[in-house]
């Protein structure tokens, strides 16, 4: 079965600070996908990232970094210098190349950013 | 592109009444997807298509969710009856074949609840 943890409910932190979100998986799959989406006030889902099972490679894209590590299973986010927009749920997915796109979301992470 | 666009944005009905989401993929995706989001369970996968044709339906809860896509442009979730436990957010996404591990849009959602 495939199942995708985020053991931090809710995390807060004031502006400017370093913030990691956890994220473990399980899957029986050689090949599969990690997603991590963004769900701002709003409501709507916004897509952040894809990694596959195959480049573990770790990315950078501005204040946002991950951390993909197979021999954990995990695939952590970090927020640098975290801003008051930053302030989401963050949820990770997961898609096994059998289930040709399902996702599997974790329950997600609640950040709140103070000023 | 005008992205995944759902309707109606929010929706307020009684119990017992008959509830139609509707959703229109981004033109070229032939993946479509709809979730459902709420506190208890999260996001859960309902039900999927390709090319029209559902694929997975093992997580629509009941009989009273049906899901159809007449066209490549157009796909509907019905609940008849509606109950109060079927108060949620529900999301519609589409992705491309061959590109489904991408990452898929999803549209805003619809606010449904059953009173």
């Known amino acids: 079965a495939q199942k995708v943890t985020q053991a931090q409910t809710e995390i807060s932190v004031v502006e400017k600070e370093d913030v990691t979100l956890d994220c473990v998986y399980e899957t029986r799959d050689t090949t599969y996908y990690l997603f991590w989406y963004k769900q701002p006030p709003s409501g709507e889902l916004v897509f952040l990232i894809r990694r596959n099972s195959f480049d573990e490679q770790n990315e950078i894209s501005g204040r946002y970094s991950w951390n993909f590590q197979k021999s954990t299973s995990s695939f952590n986010f970090t927020i640098t210098a975290s801003q008051v927009v930053d302030s989401a749920v963050y949820f990770c997915a997961l898609s096994g190349s059998s289930n040709t796109g399902k996702l599997i979301f974790g329950q997600g992470t609640t950040l709140q950013v103070k000023p | 592109d005008a992205g995944v666009i759902q309707s109606p944005r929010h929706e307020v009905t009684e119990m017992g009444q008959e509830v139609t989401l509707r959703c229109k993929p981004i033109s070229g995706h032939d993946y479509l997807f709809w979730y459902r989001q709420t506190m208890m369970r999260g996001l859960e996968l309902l039900i999927y298509f390709n090319n029209n044709v559902p694929i997975d339906d093992s997580g629509m809860p009941e009989d009273r969710f049906s899901a159809k896509m007449p066209n490549a442009s157009f796909s509907t979730l019905k609940i008849q009856p509606s109950e109060p436990r079927d108060s949620a957010v529900y999301f519609c996404?589409?992705?491309?074949?061959?590109?489904?591990?991408?990452?898929?849009?999803f549209g805003s959602g619809t606010r449904l609840t059953v009173v």
């Open positions: 996404a589409s992705s491309y074949a061959g590109e489904a591990n991408y990452g898929y849009t």
